[in-house]
């Protein structure tokens, strides 16, 4: 059986794949950060001579290009996808032998994007496996809708196609490995989760396959939200051809830049779990932790082209969000600092407190508080406390005005974006109480009255 090495990038849910015979290798949808695709292919003993996108991508900035120069590699994109660089043009039908025992054959599956291809892996002439994209995933497919609403209709129902494609062609036992469906936003609702499948699984319990056409399409709609603002700039940034990124260390800052750049109206984002952050922070700072999905999050809020500072407990957190950040374009920074509040600022240490459901329950019997639920809508319409306001994380600065007035206790499902939501709110001056617990586990626990809605 071929090696097939997993590359996960679990803060945009997708995965990369490095695929040998043990002498000859080929990627599929490497990220842009390459050096830990060339790393994998080093300790294996292995040489890159193929790279393959599945489709142009609309949540992160490819490596694919930078990594065939790399290499030297053969780098497949769609014939038909529009792109301003050399590239070895595949059309679906076609193979491409990679070494004597390992051939790669496109399948036409559109639905994530109009030119979007998998990949059929075969090994001495038997089907192995299937690398689909966004196409099918586990226990969904990718969404139909980064191409804009006027596209949105037909590629539902290619996307349906599609799926029905790959299970008559591929054997039972063939694995799906698929790039986007561990958290990413490129999915049509949630998965099965799980860490692996087959187009036996799949025809079992993927909706794709299991409902009728019309049904499938019309939950398939019903179910689509917001994705994150930074993927309108992907697409042309991966036709362009984006260049390997510069990872070099961004320039050091003091407290008096710090300050400059927080009075200039920039973006200076404390890097530290939310923890340290409620217990002290620079004052008008942000929090987006790197214990979540950090470039989702802060691509999807930042004005784009703001300029960007960072403040990190060491030199390495630093560098994991600077390469967090080149996966979704971001490259220029305005510098970073490390240490902690007091090394950043002259000013005594902005804090808040952080509670629990239980908390927020027994203060409730004391004084008048407002809650703010900054989960997605449908989250909240599921199940959400009595009285909240619900403004999801996305939406928050676009409607800063909307939330509660007074104290005010923010939650989301279980504390990630509402320690974001908190830092906004707290650097515009309000009164914020980090509700850091699990929404689910221990709402009802608390005895808080809890609305939910009977349908879902």
């Given at each position: 059986?071929?090696?097939?090495?997993?590359?996960?990038?679990?803060?945009?849910?997708?995965?990369?794949?490095?695929?040998?015979?043990?002498?000859?290798?080929?990627?599929?949808?490497?990220?842009?950060?390459?050096?830990?695709?060339?790393?994998?292919?080093?300790?294996?003993?292995?040489?890159?001579?193929?790279?393959?996108?599945?489709?142009?991508?609309?949540?992160?900035?490819?490596?694919?290009?930078?990594?065939?120069?790399?290499?030297?590699?053969?780098?497949?994109?769609?014939?038909?996808?529009?792109?301003?660089?050399?590239?070895?043009?595949?059309?679906?039908?076609?193979?491409?032998?990679?070494?004597?025992?390992?051939?790669?054959?496109?399948?036409?599956?559109?639905?994530?994007?109009?030119?979007?291809?998998?990949?059929?892996?075969?090994?001495?002439?038997?089907?192995?496996?299937?690398?689909?994209?966004?196409?099918?995933?586990?226990?969904?497919?990718?969404?139909?809708?980064?191409?804009?609403?006027?596209?949105?209709?037909?590629?539902?129902?290619?996307?349906?196609?599609?799926?029905?494609?790959?299970?008559?062609?591929?054997?039972?036992?063939?694995?799906?490995?698929?790039?986007?469906?561990?958290?990413?936003?490129?999915?049509?609702?949630?998965?099965?989760?799980?860490?692996?499948?087959?187009?036996?699984?799949?025809?079992?319990?993927?909706?794709?396959?299991?409902?009728?056409?019309?049904?499938?399409?019309?939950?398939?709609?019903?179910?689509?939200?917001?994705?994150?603002?930074?993927?309108?700039?992907?697409?042309?940034?991966?036709?362009?051809?984006?260049?390997?990124p510069d990872l070099s260390e961004p320039r050091r800052v003091d407290k008096e830049a710090i300050a400059r750049s927080l009075e200039a109206g920039?973006?200076?984002?404390?890097?530290?779990?939310?923890?340290?952050?409620?217990?002290?922070?620079?004052?008008?700072?942000?929090?987006?932790?790197?214990?979540?999905?950090?470039?989702?999050?802060?691509?999807?809020?930042?004005?784009?082209?703001?300029?960007?500072?960072?403040?990190?407990?060491?030199?390495?957190?630093?560098?994991?969000?600077?390469?967090?950040?080149?996966?979704?374009?971001?490259?220029?920074?305005?510098?970073?600092?490390?240490?902690?509040?007091?090394?950043?600022?002259?000013?005594?240490?902005?804090?808040?407190?952080?509670?629990?459901?239980?908390?927020?329950?027994?203060?409730?019997?004391?004084?008048?508080?407002?809650?703010?639920?900054?989960?997605?809508?449908?989250?909240?319409?599921?199940?959400?406390?009595?009285?909240?306001?619900?403004?999801?994380?996305?939406?928050?600065?676009?409607?800063?005005?909307?939330?509660?007035?007074?104290?005010?206790?923010?939650?989301?499902?279980?504390?990630?974006?509402?320690?974001?939501?908190?830092?906004?709110?707290?650097?515009?001056?309000?009164?914020?109480?980090?509700?850091?617990?699990?929404?689910?586990?221990?709402?009802?626990?608390?005895?808080?009255?809890?609305?939910?809605?009977?349908?879902?």
């Amino acid at each position: 059986m071929p090696r097939i090495i997993t590359i996960e990038t679990p803060s945009l849910g997708d995965r990369t794949y490095l695929v040998h015979d043990g002498r000859k290798a080929f990627v599929v949808d490497p990220q842009r950060d390459i050096d830990r695709v060339t790393e994998a292919a080093t300790q294996a003993g292995v040489t890159i001579t193929h790279v393959f996108e599945t489709h142009i991508h609309n949540d992160y900035v490819t490596g694919g290009l930078a990594l065939a120069r790399a290499t030297g590699a053969s780098y497949h994109v769609n014939a038909e996808d529009s792109v301003s660089f050399e590239r070895t043009p595949i059309r679906a039908g076609e193979t491409v032998a990679v070494s004597e025992s390992l051939t790669v054959r496109a399948i036409a599956t559109p639905g994530h994007t109009f030119t979007h291809l998998s990949y059929a892996l075969e090994e001495d002439g038997e089907n192995v496996g299937v690398f689909t994209g966004g196409s099918l995933l586990f226990g969904t497919t990718g969404r139909p809708d980064l191409l804009g609403p006027e596209h949105t209709d037909a590629l539902v129902r290619h996307q349906y196609a599609s799926a029905h494609r790959l299970a008559d062609e591929l054997p039972d036992d063939a694995s799906v490995l698929p790039t986007h469906g561990f958290g990413s936003f490129c999915s049509a609702g949630s998965g099965g989760g799980g860490d692996s499948s087959t187009i036996g699984a799949e025809k079992k319990a993927n909706a794709a396959l299991t409902d009728t056409e019309e049904a499938w399409v019309a939950d398939v709609l019903a179910a689509l939200e917001d994705y994150p603002a930074y993927y309108v700039h992907m697409g042309a940034a991966n036709a362009g051809g984006p260049e390997a990124p510069d990872l070099s260390e961004p320039r050091r800052v003091d407290k008096e830049a710090i300050a400059r750049s927080l009075e200039a109206g920039e973006w200076v984002i404390d890097l530290r779990t939310r923890t340290a952050y409620a217990a002290g922070h620079v004052r008008g700072s942000l929090n987006i932790g790197l214990d979540g999905q950090f470039s989702t999050y802060l691509g999807w809020l930042i004005p784009w082209g703001t300029p960007l500072t960072l403040l990190g407990e060491s030199a390495e957190q630093v560098a994991d969000a600077q390469r967090e950040l080149v996966r979704i374009g971001i490259d220029e920074l305005q510098g970073s600092a490390t240490g902690g509040p007091r090394d950043w600022s002259e000013g005594a240490p902005g804090a808040y407190e952080r509670a629990t459901f239980a908390d927020l329950e027994q203060v409730r019997h004391h004084r008048k508080v407002a809650v703010l639920d900054v989960r997605r809508a449908s989250e909240h319409a599921a199940s959400h406390i009595e009285d909240a306001v619900n403004i999801p994380i996305h939406q928050l600065l676009e409607r800063l005005d909307e939330a509660p007035s007074g104290e005010t206790w923010v939650h989301c499902a279980s504390g990630y974006r509402a320690s974001i939501a908190a830092s906004v709110l707290a650097a515009d001056g309000r009164h914020v109480v980090l509700v850091d617990d699990d929404f689910d586990q221990h709402v009802k626990d608390a005895a808080l009255p809890v609305v939910e809605d009977a349908r879902v």
